[in-house]
């Protein structure tokens, strides 16, 4: 009778030169790497066919012995049933990956979101016309892949609506992510310092921080803990981007104090502002510093460096 595998066996292991296997039961077996990866696997024939099925890796991040096995048995009960597990689960993943794109889950966003129906109507003008055109397709999690918790940082004496205003989307990205969101409120420097180290001692963790005038007041300390503590971070100004932040996607500030010019000089030549259009960006920039994601370990695709207006080496 073949000796199942424990967890301390499992922990013992060495990795070697070469990827080896060793069988536990129920014809799963775990592959070593010469990384030191552990990889649970179950090898079957189906239509005098052999196909593999990658269970998930083992670790704290991954799946456990005990999961692991329970995952081989239903996957042995597919095979006995006609039905192929490994295609199975690449037909999921496909069908993940079409759902996690920025339309879809901006789509979504706008279906759900508690909003006056002229509200919505004029946002999705613009989310139809200038951020589709650059996101549509791209995946939420191509820029870090891996993340498993997504921290927002606000102070909500200074955020529109003490920050409702965009948790909203954030946490249905997140969720739709399969993604941990996290809120983190802060007041002062002392908090923004404990929030980004406590970051930094987990990995798989980022960063993200809508502008306003606490987190701009202290753009320089926020950029400055994010590099220190090896944490990527996304920001909605350049700003931030050009102190040292990782990425941001944001309004053309610059194109929107041009055209405020045009609107002052109708109300100084008598329009009534009441009686006046609210007026919202329409050209958007994105920003990514090359040199924080080389240090960060990051490997930009080449869909973002194509992407960004401007690229900071």
């Known amino acids: 009778m073949l000796a199942m595998l424990t967890d301390i066996a ?36 189906l239509n005098g066919r052999r196909e593999t099925l990658t269970i998930g890796r083992y670790g704290a991040d991954g799946v456990s012995l005990s999961e692991a096995r329970d995952r081989c048995l239903a996957a042995r009960k597919e095979v006995s049933e006609g039905r192929s597990p490994a295609q199975a689960k690449q037909r999921a993943k496909r069908k993940l990956a079409i759902s996690q794109n920025f339309g879809a889950v901006g789509k ?8 006056a129906e002229s509200t919505r109507s004029m946002r999705r003008a613009i989310f139809d016309r200038d ?36 948790l909203a989307s954030f946490e249905a990205a997140a969720r739709s992510l399969k993604v941990e969101p996290i809120k983190a409120p802060v007041h002062s420097e002392s908090e923004i310092e404990t929030v980004v180290t406590s970051l930094g001692r987990e990995p798989r963790g980022g960063l993200v921080v809508p502008s306003d005038i606490f987190t701009q007041a202290h753009r320089a300390q926020v950029t400055s803990l994010a590099a220190k503590n090896h944490v990527p971070s996304v920001y909605n100004f350049s700003g931030y981007v050009k102190d040292g932040g990782l990425l941001s996607y944001g309004p053309n500030f610059a194109d929107l104090y041009r055209r405020a010019a045009p609107y002052v000089d109708r109300i100084l030549r008598g329009a009534k502002p009441a009686e006046l259009p609210v007026q919202l960006p329409v050209k958007f920039v994105m920003s990514l510093n090359a040199k924080t994601a080389k240090e960060l370990g990051l490997t930009v695709p080449q869909s973002i460096l194509l992407s960004a207006d401007e690229v900071i080496q």
């Open 10 to 45: 499992l922990k013992k292991l060495k990795p070697k030169d070469k990827l080896y296997k060793v069988v536990d039961r129920d014809g799963m077996y775990i592959a070593m790497a010469p990384s030191g990866q552990i990889t649970f696997r179950y090898d079957y024939r």
């Open 108 to 115: 979504r966003w706008f279906k759900d979101a508690r909003m």
């Open 131 to 166: 951020i589709l055109p650059v996101w549509k397709n791209r995946l939420l999690t191509e820029i870090t892949p891996g993340v498993k918790r997504a921290t927002i940082m606000f102070n909500p004496d200074t955020s529109p609506g003490r920050g409702s205003y965009f």
